[in-house]
């Protein structure tokens, strides 16, 4: 190596092999590598709300989910329908002047797959945004706390009211199907449709409010199935004591406190259902207020219970 090379690259600052250094007085560039800002339409809340929606309903099936996420929904819907296929099949092969079951009748008999529906999928909905800290993101923009609560509480009742409004169908075009007279069919199913309605309404706020308390999924199944499943057993059981009292007059009054129970008094008082209490005894007209009244009271309490913990959550 040269004298003069040595001193070219102790000028420059570069060792053997490298580029020189930029001299003294040499301008930075900056180089234009393509990024360009986002200049197409904004669709908003409105088109978030949306999106959230129709994924936490196909979520509730486990459609876009894996093969194993699909099972149990799948499963569960098929038991539902099963019956009322069974039914309509009876009632077609024997003539029969009326289907087995009435349209109002049906939810309440299959009232423990719904109730297991509910604790599989209401802890899938909320409780792996609680456990990921997901939520907080959600929140940023544009969606907030009441858009979160609003699609996550009509998706999970969306999918209750598919799952027990699709026997209620079986067992419509069966009777249709069967010759029995169309203006009886036809309201009992449009009375069926009112009852699950309100069923899934109520049965999605209790278990969304219940699964949004842990982030923890297996105790909100366990919880919500016990909310469900314990409280109808120890209804039933006091209205089975008060009727074998001749308490007849408390039985209705004890159907209050349990979701199940509360739809029974609902459809029993003004949809022409017959009662599933003890001895057919139903609420009686003011007793039915009542029945609606603390149904929406709680369907209406489980909204603005999810509200209060989201607006914790998204802190």
């Not at 060792?15 to 900056?30: H, V």
């Not at 067992?171 to 069923?199: P, R, W």
């Not at 039985?251 to 259902?273: E, H, K, N, R, Y």
């Amino acid at each position: 190596m040269t004298v003069e090379h040595s001193r070219a690259q102790t000028a420059t600052g570069a060792r053997a092999g490298e580029p020189p250094l930029p001299r003294a007085g040499e301008q930075t560039r900056i180089h234009n590598i393509g990024y360009r800002s986002y200049d197409g339409p904004r669709l908003g809340r409105a088109y978030a709300r949306r999106s959230l929606y129709a994924q936490s309903l196909r979520g509730a099936y486990g459609l876009g989910r894996s093969a194993k996420s699909k099972v149990l929904p799948m499963i569960l819907f098929v038991v539902m329908c099963l019956p009322a296929a069974i039914m309509v099949a009876v009632a077609v092969a024997t003539k029969m002047d009326d289907l087995p079951v009435d349209y109002t009748r049906y939810a309440i008999v299959m009232q423990a797959v719904i109730g297991l529906y509910v604790a599989a999928q209401a802890p899938q909905s909320v409780s792996r945004d609680l456990r990921f800290k997901t939520v907080p993101l959600y929140f940023s923009r544009p969606i907030e706390t009441v858009d979160y609560v609003r699609a996550k509480y009509a998706a999970l009742a969306s999918a209750l009211f598919i799952l027990t409004a699709a026997p209620l169908l079986v067992l419509y075009v069966g009777a249709l199907l069967a010759k029995l007279d169309f203006m009886d069919q036809t309201k009992g199913f449009a009375q069926g449709l009112v009852s699950v309605a309100l069923l899934s309404l109520l049965f999605a706020g209790i278990g969304l409010v219940i699964s949004a308390v842990t982030p923890r999924r297996g105790f909100g199944v366990a919880a919500v199935i016990a909310a469900l499943t314990i409280t109808y057993g120890a209804v039933s059981t006091l209205q089975a004591i008060a009727f074998d009292q001749t308490s007849t007059g408390a039985v209705p009054w004890i159907g209050l406190f349990s979701p199940i129970t509360l739809i029974d008094g609902v459809q029993t008082a003004f949809l022409g259902a017959s009662s599933a209490f003890p001895g057919g005894i139903g609420p009686s007209d003011g007793q039915g207020v009542v029945f609606v009244l603390v149904t929406l009271g709680a369907i209406a309490g489980c909204y603005g219970l999810l509200m209060r913990r989201y607006r914790k959550v998204g802190l």
